[in-house]
């Protein structure tokens, strides 16, 4: 099973709200990413956690918050974003693999409108 | 620095035919993982192969195969018997840094699609 989850699918939200996106993943992984991709475009890294800890952070907005409170779960919050925060959220985890490939597996995403 | 490099906007191809994407990359590391992800209009970046820097063979998974040419720094997907729902974004990207944490740097992507 390769299967990364995130809720919600869909998120509107205005700029004094806080919200949070969810991960979640069974697959005994122990790196997680977030990304945030805009439409046709690639994917940005924003946040790596391994072991539970923070490990990079891509010079993101204080506004982006994550958390790893366990080894299947990470969480974003977000607070007072801007519109230009409007994009896909990806979520990501990998493993060790032969030869150390470390795929990364997705989630779905959550699409998130800043209004 | 790394860099990916897809010179591909956008392709067409009919359905059943086969058909490459271009991916080049450049690095001075001599330790580097290549990957393709396939993206649908739904969003979830789906996995569809790997290729190490070391790896003798070329890498296979069904109809995708990887044309790894290291000398020109070229990592191409070629998918075979194309289907309508290859319909999607292409990425490749390129795996920086060693251990479980390496970052994943993305080429710009390759839009294909597959005429019926």
């Known amino acids: 099973d390769t299967e990364v989850t995130q809720t919600p699918k869909h998120l509107v939200m205005g700029m004094t709200n806080k919200k949070s996106l969810k991960c979640e993943q069974h697959?005994?992984?122990?790196?997680m990413y977030w990304y945030k991709q805009k439409a046709k475009k690639p994917p940005e890294l924003m946040f790596v956690?391994?072991?539970?800890?923070?490990?990079i952070n891509e010079s993101v907005p204080s506004r982006f918050s994550p958390e790893c409170p366990n080894s299947s779960l990470l969480n974003l919050h977000l607070h007072a974003l801007q519109p230009e925060d409007s994009a896909l959220y990806l979520c990501a985890s990998s493993r060790p693999g032969r030869g150390g490939r470390y795929e990364q597996y997705f989630g779905p995403g959550t699409r998130l409108t800043v209004t | 620095a790394q860099k990916i490099t897809q010179t591909q906007p956008g392709m067409f191809v009919q359905e059943k035919e086969a058909v490459t994407l271009d991916c080049t990359y450049d690095t001075s590391d001599p330790s580097y993982g290549l990957f393709w992800y396939k993206q649908p209009s739904s969003g979830e970046m789906i996995f569809l192969i790997y290729q190490g820097s070391y790896d003798q063979q070329n890498a296979t998974e069904g109809r995708y195969s990887l044309n790894f040419q290291k000398a020109r720094k070229s990592a191409n997907l070629v998918i075979s018997a194309s289907q309508l729902g290859d319909s999607a974004m292409y990425f490749c990207?390129?795996?920086?840094?060693?251990?479980?944490?390496?970052?994943?740097?993305f080429g710009q992507g390759t839009t294909l699609q597959v005429k019926p």
């Open positions: 990207a390129m795996r920086e840094g060693s251990g479980n944490t390496g970052k994943l740097i």
């Open positions: 956690y391994s072991y539970e800890k923070l490990s």
């Open positions: 697959m005994g992984h122990r790196a």
